[in-house]
């Protein structure tokens, strides 16, 4: 794969896939998101920053919940506003 370095405010994220979800679910977690049945037919809403430009508040590697509206897709990867992360989960 090629390097990606997100410009701006930008966030590269590789979000989890549904297998991923399920196992998080058999972890211990301090916080726990419950979603309806409808949202899993959805893509994830959460996912790993794999690389970061210009920002303040997230680092790579952390988790991070998004806005499903707000990315767009590079190869199989999400670019992402800052702004636009709505939590980092720890």
Known sequence: MKKIIPLGDRVLVRPFTEEELKKQDGKKQKLKFILPDSIKEEKSAQGKVMAVGDVKKVKVGDIVLF????????????????????????
């Not at 509206?69 to 980092?88: G, N, Q, R």
């Open 67 to 90: 806005s499903k509206y707000s990315y767009d897709e590079v190869e199989e990867l999400y670019l992402i506003k800052e702004e636009h992360l709505l939590a980092i989960i720890k």
